[in-house]
């Protein structure tokens, strides 16, 4: 009989001893030991990442929130928060709630300095064509780094400049509206189904390659994924949210392959870059695209803005802004056509104020209800789906309840979650009600702004702080515009027996199984 342990016996209770005191220094011994959450979450964040994975993560937030509270931990360091009142501090315009390494990356002083030693693999960042990694406004993480990198193009994204555009929008959106009787309201295609979270995909990818580079990629005229960027895109997104949860596993596949994120968005930017440079200096489009204005800020910041530089912004335009408002405008016709009276109400309204289509965004922007409709549609259903996480600062963090979250924890608060806050937006949260929008009967005046007013404050569809989504006006010129215009040139109708579409959460929010009847008005007739 042997009196000393065998060396498997050794390794087995060695394991089991580290297994031992990681679990204790995770939950008895864990700063956050005063927040309630899933068992496994608190051990790994594998618990996130199968929740990205399964595009449920939205859906399990809310049901942990209802049941833990404003304050749910989802992960060994990882708290969420659902209070809207934490919004303006962690989401300050100071910045100290800084945005989490989720990819480590000294972002900042690659850009600047171009020194790929400082820069370790980001998979937020893309791959240049000297192949190094090109940090997007995803990975940066000093805040006057993500500043100084925005800066000169920021002049573009406000709504005076980005009205320029509206005739590039009016040919695409002439473009989904032909498109769209051809395939489903003539002849024999009469009363076929309609797909229409790709359609509206189809024309939110349009519409940017039409606004970035005065070329349409061909998704509407093909009615299909022309050249297998949304595909790329759609996995893009889920790998980009999974991964961000497990670094080193992002780490160990990258050093696999070197294949970058969005490859489709880069291979198109970067052909219609070279094919612009080949018209020579002296080109330019008319009306001016955002390629045009970019090269403008080049000229003017050649120091800072090299070729990969420019080329990030336009693969942030593209990859960033496609999906998440060809999601944000399915919703919110899936919604609309949900709730007769609001389509009803909707439509006549239009009716009565508007000649001419394409819809200008003046005239669509000043429809009360429409508006209300497109507020609460925004509200309801986000087009990104993630939380964004900040790293508390050195001070760390009290919650109103008095629990405390100590210094270099990870908070985050998500739109999915926030957006339906019943304090702020009323015991029917949940639902989709475009009349909390408008003065309620015998309100006062200062009353109802202030409402409005606190609401469109804590919605999060397009972020906060000092990381607020850079394209949030042009996305909403997109969205009114289209939509309105569809509103007054079709009649819509959920498809018969059409069940409860899937939403997928993970990144980038998915719709499957939504389909609709479209019959061409007989006023637009």
């Known amino acids: 009989m042997a009196v000393f342990p065998s060396f498997v016996e050794l390794v087995v209770t060695l394991l089991f001893s580290l297994c031992t005191v990681y679990i204790v220094q995770c939950t008895l011994l864990s700063p956050l030991k005063a927040f309630q959450g899933p068992i496994i979450a608190k051990l790994t964040n594998v618990w996130l990442f199968n929740v ?18 404003s304050a749910v931990r989802v992960g060994p360091k990882h708290v969420s928060l659902s209070d809207p009142n934490l919004i303006k501090t962690l989401y300050s ?9 989720q990819f480590p990356l000294q972002a900042f002083e690659y850009v600047f300095t171009k020194s790929l030693e400082s820069a370790r693999y980001s998979g937020a ?96 005229e093909k009615g299909k994924d022309v050249d297998g960027s949304l ?47 080949q018209l020579g200096p002296d080109y330019t489009p008319s009306p001016p695209d955002f390629l045009d204005n970019f090269f403008e800020s080049q000229k003017a910041n050649p120091k800072l803005i090299d070729d990969e530089l420019l080329l990030i912004y336009l693969i942030s335009n593209v990859a960033a802004g496609g999906d998440t408002t060809g999601a944000t405008m399915a919703g919110a016709v899936y919604q609309i056509l949900k709730h007769p009276h609001v389509h009803k109400r909707l439509q006549e309204e239009l009716d009565a104020n508007v000649k001419d289509t394409p819809v200008s965004y003046d005239v669509a922007s000043n429809l009360t209800y429409f508006d209300a409709v497109m507020q609460e549609a925004i509200r309801i259903h986000p087009g990104t789906s993630f939380g964004m996480e900040r790293v508390v600062p050195q001070e760390g963090l009290k919650l109103p309840d008095g629990r405390f979250v100590a210094p270099g924890m ?116």
């Open 410 to 525: 990870i908070v985050a608060m998500h739109g999915w979650i926030v957006n339906r806050d019943k304090a702020i937006f009323g015991p029917d949260a949940d639902s989709f009600n475009p009349d909390r929008w408008l003065p309620a009967k015998n309100e006062e005046p200062n009353a109802s702004s202030s409402r409005i007013s606190l609401m469109k404050n804590t919605v999060l569809s397009f972020g906060g702080g000092k990381r607020r989504c850079i394209g949030k006006n042009f996305a909403i010129l997109e969205i009114y515009k289209i939509l309105a215009t569809i509103f007054l040139t079709f009649d819509m109708a959920l498809a018969p027996a059409n069940e409860e579409p899937t939403v997928k959460h993970a990144m980038f929010v998915r719709m499957k199984g939504f389909h609709v009847i479209l019959k061409l008005r007989e006023k637009i007739m």
């Open 93 to 101: 315009l100071r910045g100290d709630y800084t945005k989490v390494s």
């Open 231 to 277: 595909a790329d895109s759609e996995f893009s997104s889920l790998a980009l949210a999974c991964l961000g949860q497990l670094p080193w596993l992002e780490r160990f596949l990258r050093s696999l392959s070197r294949k970058p994120i969005f490859l489709g968005a880069r291979l198109f930017s970067q052909q219609l870059i070279r094919e612009r440079r």
């Open 125 to 220: 960042d893309t791959i240049s064509p000297n192949g190094h990694n090109t940090p997007t406004q995803f990975s940066i993480r000093d805040e006057e780094g993500h500043a100084t990198m925005w800066r000169p193009i920021a002049k573009f994204y406000t709504m005076r400049n980005l009205l320029l555009f509206e005739p590039q929008l009016d040919q695409v959106i002439r473009t989904m509206v032909r498109r769209l009787g051809e395939e489903f309201c003539h002849g024999k295609k009469q009363g076929m189904q309609c797909n229409m979270f790709d359609w509206t995909t189809y024309a939110a990818w349009d519409v940017l390659a039409m606004t970035n580079f005065s070329r349409m990629q061909g998704f509407l």
């Open 52 to 69: 990205y994975y399964q595009g449920s993560q939205a859906t399990v937030l809310r049901r942990l929130h209802d049941r833990y509270g």
